[in-house]
């Protein structure tokens, strides 16, 4: 199932203070604006966009964006899905919505024109393209990681979705992808228990010497120890994200 390119969506409540926090990260502005209240911004693998005052519900979503919504709604019906809202079409675009097992918001959205309604800033959408994006690796491999309740279901939610799962090294948890998408999935392992940026496997001590250099506070110190190393940062809206670095470990996504 060809879900379409991938965002990490964030709902923000200031978004200069969070394309400020992102771009001391090391993370490019590729589109949209503050002006306008939504940003997308990369590093590597890792593709973000900031909206504040857009995002219903105003939590973390998965959005995926040009690929054919009145086919895959159909299609999503009948693997037993149930919409939250949408197919919706109009001659902006369409778009669907609806929830994994454990309640995150995955939006599909195509529009031949992105903000349409924002003079300036509207510029015709790229057709899509599977592509692979290729890691930073001083930031280290991106994936996104959802707390789960019950892993077995959660797999089998994302494979209705065309999602494969790669090697794991852990019970309860998963790693899958589908196209430029990479999530894991895990079960009573996140902590906080929400849901995390995680980079595995990146230069951790060139991030924390960027971290201290550009002023941001870190949630959890570095630590260092026989298995390897950690630290974490909370953006300004509390998204958590986690750098780790563990010896003798490749990502699965790296044995793909």
Not at 194 to 222: H, K, M, N
Request: some cysteine; aromatic content about 12%; overall charge negative.
């Amino acid at each position: 199932m060809d879900l379409g390119y991938f965002e990490t969506s964030l709902n923000v409540q200031d978004i200069k203070r969070s394309v400020k926090f992102y771009e001391a990260l090391g993370f490019a502005h590729i589109d949209g604006g503050v002006e306008i209240r939504t940003v997308s911004m990369a590093r590597g693998d890792c593709r973000i966009a900031l909206y504040q005052g857009y995002l219903d519900p105003p939590q973390t979503q998965l959005i995926f964006w040009q690929g054919d919504i009145e086919a895959l709604g159909r299609e999503l019906v009948g693997k037993g899905l149930t919409l939250e809202k949408g197919p919706h079409k109009d001659d902006k675009g369409a778009a669907l919505m609806f929830r994994d097992p454990d309640g995150h918001p995955i939006f599909l959205i195509n529009m031949p024109i992105r903000y349409v309604n924002d003079p300036g800033y509207e510029h015709e959408m790229p057709a899509y393209r599977r592509a692979r994006l290729k890691p930073d690796m001083q930031l280290g491999w991106f994936n996104l990681s959802l707390d789960v309740e019950d892993i077995g279901r959660s797999v089998e939610f994302y494979e209705k979705l065309g999602f494969k799962r790669l090697r794991d090294t852990a019970p309860r948890t998963a790693t899958l992808h589908n196209g430029d998408c990479r999530i894991c999935l895990y079960q009573g392992y996140l902590d906080p228990a929400q849901t995390q940026l995680i980079f595995w496997q990146g230069d951790l001590d060139a991030i924390a010497a960027t971290v201290t250099r550009q002023g941001l506070s870190f949630f959890r110190e570095p630590k260092s120890d026989e298995t390897g190393e950690a630290f974490m940062l909370r953006d300004p809206d509390g998204h958590p994200l986690f750098f780790i670095n563990l010896r003798k470990y490749r990502p699965a996504e790296a044995a793909a």
